[in-house]
């Protein structure tokens, strides 16, 4: 009885060979490289759909509001940082209508990386509108960082 295989030059035991085409590995290893630099220009540079990665949020003190000719819009007098303002930094304003009370919150946004020529100096005031769902009335405006109420201003005269 011969030891080898049943037919010459077939091996009968091993399983067929399943390779994957060669350009498999380089669309994996490009998808990969595409995910990192996604990631990488999100949290450095501050762009693409992960750019809250490569922002920072740093909340403001306000000082004081004003009401407007429209009913339910309401301008925030908003302390600057010591730092002062960049030209791409953004004032956001919160609102939260609870009852007989509206309750306020206001932030800026600027990107982590980087260094900016300043525009404004810290301690000026800027403005920042504010929709309320209803109008105003005679609710209390209260800042959320201390639960105090924020004084009135002289209504916009624009």
Do not use: H, K
Not at 31 to 37: E, F, K, P, R, T
Not at 76 to 94: F, H, K
Not at 103 to 115: F, H, M
């Amino acid at each position: 009885m011969p030891a080898g295989p049943l037919l010459p030059g077939v091996r009968e035991f091993d399983r067929p060979r399943g390779r994957r085409p060669a350009w498999a590995g380089w669309l994996i290893a490009c998808g990969i490289a595409l995910v990192g630099l996604v990631v990488v220009a999100g949290f450095v540079g501050g762009v693409g759909p992960l750019r809250v990665l490569g922002l920072s949020t740093t909340p403001l003190d306000t000082v004081g509001y004003r009401t407007t000719e429209d009913a339910t819009l309401i301008q925030l007098a908003v302390a600057l940082p010591a730092s002062g303002l960049c030209r791409d930094d953004a004032i956001e304003a919160v609102v939260f209508e609870r009852g007989n009370r509206v309750e306020v919150e206001t932030s800026v946004t600027r990107a982590r990386n980087g260094s900016c020529a300043v525009t404004s100096i810290g301690g000026d005031v800027r403005w920042a509108d504010v929709r309320l769902a209803a109008p105003l009335g005679s609710r209390t405006v209260i800042r959320t960082s201390d639960r105090e109420p924020v004084p009135a201003e002289d209504p916009a005269t624009s």
